[in-house]
């Protein structure tokens, strides 16, 4: 047993989520979780750092230690069994969507996303010189996400421009949307009748929990999984959600075709992001290997935090509607009501006042894209005590 109760003070490692705010705020923002590290991490690293051998290794391929620990996890996790030469190590979650945008589009074209959605979709797309095209999903009485085929088609005929790239989240970020098998099938049949690629971040996979918020059975697909697709999906996904690996950036690719693997690999090798780092390789073989125990009891933990969290916003907090996700460790809720009931223009402003007139921090909705005005993130990754503290201080300011 492991005690995810425990509270630690992070102010003073370096932490983005605790170092950028003002002492006394409750931070349940950005996606970290607050609990120490899988111990058998700790002790891995620190054993490995004991050893004066910094310098170059020899090149790994996929029979080496961190290559097999990724396909055993998918295998024994996810029951998917990868060939051997699928995976890839990349440099990070967001270089690695860089990189794709790069080599499947080109400047001026379009890249097709489904908003509201993780910011850095937006920036690598605008910062390479391609134009957004956006989807606005659409939530239904459950607060989940509703996928629409035709709406796509129709941003597509709309943008003018050549749309030769889509990138999907799954599950998505920010309100917890696990796409079913029929989903991401329609979306990759919608990629071969348009000659687009797709890339999904799938960064969040672990988090996926028993029954959705209809309360139906529910599991993890990976696009990876559909092999009748190969030709049109890329996978980047990693550890980083699952250990707290964020500061290391590594993650994996998954590309089951030939042509796809190749291309990526010239990149990795052009922007010499090819070769991983020694302590980053090490945890992720580690966390995988070891940690499955530890993520179990981490899981059911934070999902105990997202039911308690989300029953206590819509009975004590006027003017908010929270939904429970089918995935990740984040809760979307819906804050109208509150902005009006209290004045603020737009979520941004709701935020700022919740973080200097009540002393917590969450995230604001518009963040991820115009579609997420209205709304909020609160990261449940956290001491039950320290979560339910910081929705405490929301209510007494909402009341």
């Known amino acids: 047993m492991y005690n995810f109760d425990e509270k630690v003070d992070w102010r003073g490692v370096d932490s983005v989520k605790w170092d950028t705010v003002r002492e006394g705020v409750i931070p349940l923002w950005i996606a970290d979780m ?38 055993s996890w998918y295998k024994t996790r996810h029951d998917l069994e990868l060939p ?88 998505h970020n920010p309100a917890g949307r696990v796409w079913t098998k029929e989903e991401l099938a329609s979306l990759l049949e919608l990629a071969r009748r348009r000659n687009m690629i797709t890339a999904f971040d799938e960064l969040h996979y672990d988090f996926v929990y028993q029954k959705n918020s209809e309360g139906k059975e529910q599991r993890f697909v990976s696009a990876a999984s559909f092999r009748e697709y190969a030709d049109r999906v890329i996978v980047v996904s990693g550890a980083n959600k699952s250990f707290s690996l964020g500061g290391l950036h590594v993650s994996h690719f998954v590309i089951n ?18 070769e991983g780092d020694v302590f980053a390789e090490l945890a992720v073989e580690t966390v995988y290997r070891q940690g499955a125990a530890w993520f179990d009891e981490c899981k059911n933990y934070i999902y105990e935090n997202i039911r308690a969290a989300v029953q206590f916003l819509n009975a004590e907090v006027p003017g908010i509607k929270a939904f429970v996700p089918d995935g990740t460790y984040l809760i979307w809720a819906d804050v109208r009501g509150l902005m009006e009931k209290s004045g603020c223009k737009d979520c941004a402003e709701l935020v700022v006042r919740l973080e200097n007139e009540a002393n917590v921090k969450i995230t604001a909705g518009g963040m991820y894209g115009r579609a997420g005005e209205g709304y909020v993130r609160i990261n449940a990754a956290c001491p039950r005590s320290q979560l339910m503290e910081g929705l405490l201080r929301i209510k007494g300011w909402a009341n």
Do not use: W
């Open 84 to 171: 051997p030469r699928s995976i890839l190590y990349g440099p990070g979650t967001v270089l690695s969507l860089g990189m794709i945008v790069r080599e499947f589009s080109a400047k001026e074209q379009g890249v097709l996303i489904l908003t509201p959605v993780y910011t850095p979709f937006f920036e690598v797309i605008k910062e390479n010189n391609r134009k957004v095209v956006e989807v606005f999903l659409e939530l239904d009485q459950n607060g989940r996400f509703i996928l629409d085929i035709s709406k796509i088609e129709e941003a597509i005929d709309r943008a003018g421009i050549p749309v030769t790239l889509g990138i999907f989240c799954s599950p």
């Open 257 to 274: 075709d030939e042509a796809l693997r190749q291309t990526i690999t010239t990149a990795l090798h052009r922007e010499t992001h090819h």
């Open 34 to 71: 607050d609990f120490p590290v899988f111990p058998g991490l700790k002790e891995a690293l620190v054993k490995r750092a004991s050893e004066p051998f910094y310098g170059y290794r020899p090149r790994r391929n996929e029979k080496s230690a961190y290559y097999q620990a990724v396909h």
